[in-house]
Every structure is written in structure tokens, then in C-alpha cells.
């Protein structure tokens, strides 16, 4: 009888080990006492983007409570592109459960540095600057939504459509950004169709103010500044630029029509990572990042700041203003 009971009592504990050790590959947050842990990088100052209070409002909007629940890791670079790798290395040593990554140059250089910890990236060309297999399943540790920047051609449509007098435009871009080869791709297609003379001006740090410093009436009869992360963090230098320079300008964040901007086309950032925080909340519960699907951006707003196009002397189409989705006046 002593034999039989033994022996019941060893397979018995052999099997609670054994589901003791597959416990932790299903998902850390469900471990009673563990709070899970999420990083975030983001190439400008505290304050300054929209990302950051969208993936909260998401996290929040799925029951976490910040702080308590969840461990939220933030990381700035103030600008300098050169921390990110070491923001990020910070991020990991935590041993945090999740990375989200705002922009492509980012999620790349959290790609170069893990590929164990899962990575929520929101990038322009996931599949083509080689941060995922495919869309349908990304097939690593990154998964997350993609803007696929399709719309830098309607950047110049918008432009034009804005200014029919536009003849010679430059566009400011990040050659350094793995999506710009594609941007740009797309806008000389519009350009080309539009008989635009389109000039691309970089906007890596040793070669911005020279980049900024041939943006005059002189060279071009209006501008646009792409959607590259780090070009949002001197939003307010760009903006004064063009009034001091009376150049008509479109941007591609929608918080330049606040600062003063002419126009603004773009994605909705904030709702975006909004969107993020439902991949986060479901590799926490499990998922793996291989098998979630990137999610394409389908919504996107046209802005104007009327008060700065009259400064300009632009006089906006009505039925430009009537497609937009704020008009400041």
C-alpha cells in the first residue's frame, strides 16, 4: 500500500513541474504577483510626440492602470538619433516584456538588438526595409502596424492643388530612414506625372542646415517635410522657417498645423498607437509576435491653417477646404 501511494505521489509532483516550467512560455502577466513590463523609445523629448498618449490611452482602454498593473519604460533621445541603440539596450536590460517602437529607424535598431524580445514597431515599409517576412505573418519577434508610405505622392497632389503656380518643389526627408528610398520612389512617380521639378534635401544631422538653407523662393516655389520621426522634433524650426521664407509647405504630422504650418496630410499617429497597445495586450496574454498580423494605416487627415495660407497669400481652393478634416481660421 506504502509503494502504491508513493508511487502515486512522485508522478503526481512530476506532473505539477512539469506545469511549472511550461508556465512561463505562455505569458508573463498571467504570473500572479508579476507586473509586466513595456518599453517605449522615442527619438524626440518627453511631451513632444502623440505616440506616447496614444499607446497609453490604448493600455488604459484594455484595463491596464500605468504604473500599477503595468510597468510603462519610456526612453527619449532628445533629438539625437545616435542614443536610440543605447536607449534601447537600457529598455532590455530591464528585461522588459514588450518594445514599442515608434518609427522604422528605431524599430531597426531594435531589431539589430534583440531578436527575443517582442517588438511592436509602427513603420513605414515593414516588409520592404526588411523588419518582417510579410504582412500576413511577419514571421520574428516584430509585428505592429505599417503606414506602407504610399501617401508622400499625395503630399505634392495636395501641394499643388493648394499652389497651381508650383513648379519647383523640394521635399526634406531622412536619406538615413530605410522607407525614404520608397517615399521618394513614389513622390518623383506624382512629380513626374504633375511636371514638378522635385528636389530631395536631406535632413541627416551634419547635413541639415545646409538642406535648410537653400529653402528659399529663390530655389523653390513651395516645400514638403516627410513624416521621418526626427524631422517632428524641430516642427517649430520648420514652421518659422517657411513664414520667414514665405513658402507655401506641407507637412506630414498633423500637429504642424497647430505651430503655425500651412497644411498637413498624414496618418493619425495617436490613433496608431493606439492600435499598438492591442498587439502589446496580446503578446502579454500569450500571442506570439510571428503570427499577428501587420495591421496597413487606413485613416488619414488633411489639415489647413487658413490664417497662415492667407499670410502667404494662398487663396485655398473651396473645394480643398471643404475635404479637410480641420480648417484653422
Not at 513603420?123 to 500576413?136: E, F, Q, R
Not at 505573418?137 to 493648394?162: C, D, F, H, Q, V
Request: proline share 6%; glycine share 8%.
Amino acid at each position: 500500500m506504502f509503494d502504491i501511494r508513493r508511487r502515486e505521489f512522485i508522478a503526481l509532483l512530476g506532473s505539477a513541474s512539469s506545469s511549472c516550467i511550461a508556465w512561463p512560455t505562455a505569458a508573463h502577466a498571467q504570473q500572479p504577483g508579476r507586473v509586466p513590463r513595456v518599453g517605449y523609445v522615442w527619438i524626440g523629448a518627453p511631451g513632444t510626440d502623440e505616440n506616447k498618449a496614444g499607446l497609453v490611452q490604448g493600455l488604459e482602454g484594455r484595463g491596464y492602470v500605468i504604473g500599477r498593473t503595468l510597468l510603462l519604460e519610456t526612453r527619449y533621445a532628445n533629438g539625437n538619433a545616435a542614443l536610440v541603440p543605447q536607449l534601447i539596450a537600457e529598455l532590455l536590460a530591464l528585461k522588459i516584456d514588450v518594445l514599442a517602437t515608434p518609427s522604422t529607424p528605431i524599430s531597426r535598431a531594435a531589431q539589430r538588438a534583440t531578436s527575443s524580445v517582442p517588438i511592436v514597431s509602427m513603420s513605414g515599409d515593414p516588409v520592404g526595409t526588411g523588419l518582417v517576412a510579410s504582412l500576413a505573418r511577419p514571421g520574428g519577434n516584430i509585428t505592429g502596424l505599417s503606414l506602407l508610405s504610399e501617401y508622400g505622392a499625395k503630399w505634392l497632389e495636395l501641394l499643388m492643388e493648394a499652389t497651381p503656380k508650383l513648379r519647383r518643389a523640394g521635399v526634406l526627408l531622412n536619406p538615413d530612414n530605410p522607407a525614404a528610398a520608397r517615399q521618394v520612389e513614389r513622390m518623383r512617380e506624382a512629380a513626374r506625372a504633375l511636371a514638378l521639378d522635385l528636389t530631395t534635401l536631406s535632413a541627416r544631422p551634419a547635413e541639415l542646415e545646409a538642406s535648410l538653407g537653400v529653402i528659399a523662393p529663390t530655389s523653390f516655389d513651395g516645400f514638403v517635410v516627410s513624416d521621418d520621426a526626427f524631422l517632428e522634433t524641430i516642427l517649430p524650426r520648420l514652421v518659422a522657417l517657411a513664414a520667414e521664407r514665405g513658402l507655401p509647405a506641407l507637412y506630414g504630422f498633423s500637429n504642424a498645423v497647430k505651430l503655425g504650418g500651412m497644411m498637413s496630410y498624414s496618418a493619425d499617429f495617436f490613433d496608431l498607437m493606439r492600435k499598438a497597445a492591442g498587439y502589446i495586450d496580446r503578446i502579454l496574454k500569450g500571442a506570439r509576435p510571428a503570427e499577428l498580423p501587420i495591421e496597413q494605416a487606413t485613416k488619414f487627415s488633411l489639415k489647413i491653417n487658413l490664417r497662415t495660407a492667407k499670410a502667404l497669400g494662398v487663396v485655398m481652393p473651396p473645394m480643398l477646404l471643404a475635404r479637410a478634416d480641420e480648417v484653422i481660421e
